[in-house]
């Protein structure tokens, strides 16, 4: 089979694979799309998670169930499915404590076994829904993002009645975005960043470009006038850099939670002074607690879908990726048509 290959850091190729077998428990899919995530674009220029190399890439996929595994009941042969890409072992001390989605032993699709920009790949069944007819593959393909978009929500306490802020207008911050005003239509959901042709996707978010402010007290102060007056309960961080933290702890009111979404590297700057004043939660939000079933019917609605403005034939994956690395380009999530 065909597949996107990394062979070292920066030196990403298509070559010529063996095709993958299911084992016991598991399926085999033939890919109909696989969209890009950031970290794709990562872990291909960095490696920075140590992935023993060569590996095939990519962990956002969707495509027809082409053959079934001993033991798997449920799928058959044809059916048009999304996969996730984080297979828990269910055996260790972390996933005996209800917390699989950050298990001890965690295979993943595209760092430690073969991912989904190939023309196969095999995944667990459990780890794989059907997709309802209307939906896209390219939007199946989704379901994962969906997923983790949701913990987000989770994580921050996002609450009916209450005011949300996302930073950063970036595919997840959008469907963060999207995903509140979905799951809590009473709620005051506000967006900043600094594209306002990206933050259009957000509907139903008042929308707040920073560069548009003349300070970053003025963008603080602007977030917590959108808020009421009174602050956000949550504050999701969508963007890795390390303002992103202080704002998000400025603008928050007293119990407030603010949900790191996005990696911030290094050690940024904490107000611990605000923190202990205002009795702020500050958590973290890393893969997703099993939000499959929500994250397709979310899909179902048809409600992110536009967030994928680009999509190209697998032959022209290295055009995908330089639209999906170019923060000016457009591009939200490119999706490779297999």
Not at 17 to 23: A, C, G, Y
Not at 52 to 64: D, F, K, Q, R, W
Not at 117 to 143: C, G, N, Q, W
Not at 284 to 297: K, P, Q, R
Request: hydrophobic share 45%; aromatic share 4%.
């Amino acid at each position: 089979m065909k597949a996107l290959v990394l062979e070292a850091p920066g030196k990403l190729v298509m070559k010529d694979s063996p095709r993958p077998e299911p084992s016991a428990g598991e399926v085999l899919i033939k890919t109909a799309a696989a969209t890009i995530c950031t970290s794709d674009l990562n872990d291909i220029r960095f490696n920075p998670f140590g992935i023993e190399l060569p590996m095939i890439m990519g962990h956002e996929g969707a495509g027809i169930v082409e053959a079934v595994g001993g033991g798997v009941a449920g799928l058959t042969v044809g059916d048009a499915v999304a996969a996730h890409p984080v297979i828990p072992c269910m055996r260790c001390a972390t996933c005996k404590r209800g917390l699989p989605h950050l298990c001890d032993k965690m295979e993943h699709l595209g760092i430690n076994r073969g991912g989904v920009f190939a023309e196969y790949f095999t995944i667990r069944a459990d780890r794989v829904r059907k997709k309802p007819s209307h939906v896209s593959f390219a939007a199946a393909a989704l379901m994962e993002p969906v997923c983790v978009c949701i913990e987000a929500v989770k994580r921050a306490n996002v609450a009916e009645g209450g005011a949300a802020l996302v930073i950063g207008d970036g595919p997840f911050g959008l469907m963060i975005s999207n995903i509140i005003c979905d799951m809590f239509p009473d709620s005051r959901s506000i967006i900043s960043g600094t594209h306002d042709f990206k933050m259009a996707h957000a509907r139903g978010a008042e929308k707040i470009n920073i560069n548009k402010l003349p300070s970053h007290a003025a963008a603080t102060a602007e977030i917590i006038k959108r808020a009421g007056g009174e602050g956000v309960g949550s504050a999701i961080i969508c963007v890795g850099a390390p303002e992103a933290l202080t704002t998000a702890i400025e603008v928050c009111r007293p119990r407030g939670t603010v949900c790191v979404f996005s990696a911030i590297h290094g050690n940024p700057p904490i107000d611990m002074l605000k923190i202990h004043i205002k009795e702020l939660n500050i958590c973290g939000s890393c893969n997703d607690m099993d939000f499959l079933d929500e994250a397709m019917a979310i899909l179902a609605k048809d409600a992110l879908a536009d967030v994928i403005t680009h999509e190209l034939p697998i032959g022209e994956y290295e055009k995908a990726f330089e639209l999906a690395g170019d923060k000016e380009s457009g591009a939200l999530k490119v999706c490779l048509l297999f």
